[in-house]
């Protein structure tokens, strides 16, 4: 037998191996109930600035664009709070519970938001509790899925939340559209309908939460041995004598063992210090963050949250064509996402995911570069062809993102910590992502005239080409591996972090 195998190869061993009858309802129940957690985040990605440009709301509220400007981004940092503080929860009444709490928080957020009736203190208050909530759903909901799902097919199952995500902000561009098309501008229904439509996929949620398994994983951390084993028979659709239920519940038991990755309760300063003065989880958390920062410094959230300004750049005039092209481009990312989640993370692995949506990334920030540099050169005057290679290279751009930055970020903040600082470790990383999102949000607008727009896509590509670097010496390679065997990745050197793990007896003999 070699030493390594292909992720491809492994991918269809793991599922030729599998029984069937881990692939159930229950288990698909269960995570989908988290993954419709992403509806959030995406709904306000793609209807919050969209809001703001109302006739309506400017009726209602009279700001300036400074404060349009904190309407939209103060979510984010109630997401940074929301994510840091749900370790808090997440391990005390567990991920079922905490789910059902994050939902109400962003319910209650929304509906404030909605009926602040031109009150900016208000909205403001509405803004920042919806991004609490989206932040902390931002945690659980990952790490619940990764903490559920079947090792062969993880991957594929986590980024259902990103697939929710991105489904929710298509619905919120097209149903703001909607309303500005087909509600008169003198009613406040215009911009209400669209806050008060981003409250029924978390009552969805809420409501299905009811019929879910909690986690097994959690049950350990909680010592409820018995319930634990009872929620992976449920999950597995195997009796507990099943090899494969046997296997893996003796496998997370053993963690019962370990100081280190060990599980029952801590106190929260104690997980805060294991995270940080533990070797092997201080590489957890340099890799995470550092994943994080590169994945909103690449540029695609800036390109995101500003792409009608980029149109206009290209040369697209026209205001509704350019909400509907922003509504296209939210659809083509559903797309590539899908794809990502069926073909690429768990066949083709993590690290050439990564590598493949970086260089795509690459590639497309180098012509759109160039093409707004011999624009400004012309004084606007260029061929038509070329403008439409750079609209489309926008939409390719949708495809690297997918793969690579946009979807691995949550996927590692989900499984690549031990089960005792799962929680903490995934708030940290969370915190980060919604930090350093809210400073290239604002940081954009200044980047594009400060750099002469071309610039700032030269800039992009420089963080591109370190996340390349970074992904091919740091990343290492989890697909097919259970959550008890990624701990043996890191306790490795950062420096081989990178190398394929040598197989574990336990591995060889699965194989």
């Known amino acids: 037998m070699t030493k390594t195998q292909s992720s491809l190869s492994k991918y269809f061993r793991g599922i030729k191996d ?23 985040k995406g709904w306000d990605e793609g209807s919050a600035a969209a809001i703001t440009q109302l006739s309506s709301f400017h009726n209602a509220y009279h700001l300036d664009d400074n404060s349009i400007s904190n309407v939209v981004s103060l979510v984010n940092l109630g997401a940074a709070a929301g994510a840091l503080l749900s370790f808090l929860l997440n391990d005390q009444i567990g991920r079922k519970n905490s789910l059902r709490v994050y939902k109400v928080a962003y319910i209650i957020g929304s509906l404030i938001s909605c009926f602040s009736h031109g009150h900016s203190g208000a909205l403001y208050v509405g803004r920042i509790v919806a991004g609490l909530g989206i932040g902390a759903l931002s945690v659980v909901c990952p790490m619940a899925i990764s903490e559920i799902a079947p090792k062969a097919v993880r991957g594929l199952m986590a980024l259902w939340f990103n697939i929710c995500m991105l489904a929710g902000q298509a619905l919120g561009v097209f149903i703001v559209y909607g309303c500005s098309r087909h ?3 003198t009613k406040d229904l215009q911009y209400q309908i669209p806050c008060f439509a981003q409250t029924f996929a978390p009552a969805i949620s809420i409501l299905l939460s009811v019929f879910v398994v909690e986690s097994p994983r959690w049950l350990l951390i909680d010592q409820k041995h018995d319930q634990s084993l009872n929620a992976l028979v449920q999950l597995r659709g195997l009796p507990s004598d099943a090899e494969i ?19 029952g309760k801590a106190s929260s300063a104690q997980i805060v210090r294991d995270t940080f003065m533990v070797k092997s989880n201080l590489r957890r958390v340099q890799l995470t963050i550092i994943v994080y920062i590169l994945a909103q410094m ?36 559903l797309i590539c996402c899908v794809l990502a989640s069926l073909f690429f993370i768990d066949i083709v692995g993590r690290r050439k995911s990564l590598m493949l949506g970086i260089s795509v990334q690459i590639v ?8 707004l540099k011999i624009l400004q050169q012309r004084n606007g005057s260029i061929d038509k062809s070329s ?10 751009h949708a495809f690297g993102w997918a793969i690579g930055l946009y979807s691995l970020p949550y996927l590692f903040g989900a499984e690549l910590w031990p089960n005792k600082i799962r929680s903490f470790g995934g708030a940290l990383s969370q915190c980060f992502h919604w930090l350093f999102y809210f400073a290239i949000t604002k ?34 390679e989890t697909a097919g591996m259970s959550l008890e065997d990624i701990n043996r990745v890191f306790e490795r050197s950062i420096f081989l972090l990178a190398r394929p793990l040598e197989p574990s007896a336990d591995m060889e ?3």
């Open 183 to 185: 509600i008169a501008d």
């Open 298 to 333: 690449s540029g695609a959230n800036a390109i995101t949250n500003y792409l009608p300004t980029i149109f206009g750049l290209i040369g697209v005039t026209s205001s509704d064509v350019k909400v509907y092209s922003t509504g296209l481009y939210t659809v083509a990312k």
């Open 509 to 511: 003999q699965e194989q």
């Open 364 to 371: 497309c920030h180098s012509y759109l570069a160039g093409y």
């Open 245 to 263: 239920v046997a296997t893996e519940f003796s496998s997370m038991a053993l963690q019962m063992e370990d100081r280190e990755a060990g599980l």
């Open 443 to 476: 940081a954009t607008p200044a980047l594009l005239s400060g750099l002469h727009q071309w610039g700032a896509f030269v800039l992009f590509i420089g963080f591109c080409v370190l996340a390349l670097l970074y992904t091919f010496f740091m990343i290492p």
């Open 18 to 40: 599998s029984p069937r009858e881990i692939f159930n309802r229950r288990l698909f129940l269960t995570a989908f109930a988290f993954a419709l957690g992403g509806c959030a």
């Open 387 to 396: 403008a439409d290679a750079a609209l489309a290279f926008i939409y390719v």
